[in-house]
Nanobody, 128 residues
Framework: DVQLQASGGGLVQAGGSLRLSCAVS????????IAWFRQAPGKEREGIAC????????VYSDSVKGRFTIASDNAKNTVYLQMNNLQPEDTALYYC?????????????????????WGQGTQVTVSS
């Protein structure tokens, strides 16, 4: 079974940083697309970053590009999301997910339709 365990969330002031971790098991890590999504109350789940480590391929949503960085450690089967310059609008439950070898759908969106295995989520709260 594929399992994903997200961790690293917390409370931070605006302008601060956090690093999320996603420990993955049960799949071939290197050629699997591993993505981060987030969901704020009352909003749809948004794909924000994705990586396929064997290809060194990364994708970001416009909302986080330039502030967040996704990286992987193949030896640890772990994907990280370094989040800098956090803002109150980044407050959400953050999930990691996997589902195949591609990060995006045909519209080049990190879409929930591409991923079928999900971790439990870790809360990120940014105060103003």
């Amino acid at each position: 079974d594929v399992q994903l365990q997200a961790s690293g969330g917390g409370l931070v002031q605006a302008g601060g940083s956090l690093r999320l971790s996603c420990a993955v098991s049960g799949l071939t890590f290197g050629n699997s697309a591993i993505a981060w999504f987030r969901q704020a109350p009352g909003k749809e789940r948004e794909g924000i970053a994705c990586i396929v480590s064997d290809n060194d391929d990364t994708v970001y949503s416009d909302s986080v590009k330039g502030r967040f960085t996704i990286a992987s450690d193949n030896a640890k089967n772990t994907v990280y999301l370094q989040m800098n310059n956090l803002q109150p609008e980044d407050t959400a439950l953050y999930y990691c997910a996997t589902g195949g070898n591609y990060c995006t759908d045909r519209s080049d969106i990190i879409s929930t339709s591409v991923f079928n295995s999900w971790g439990q989520g870790t809360q990120v709260t940014v105060s103003s």
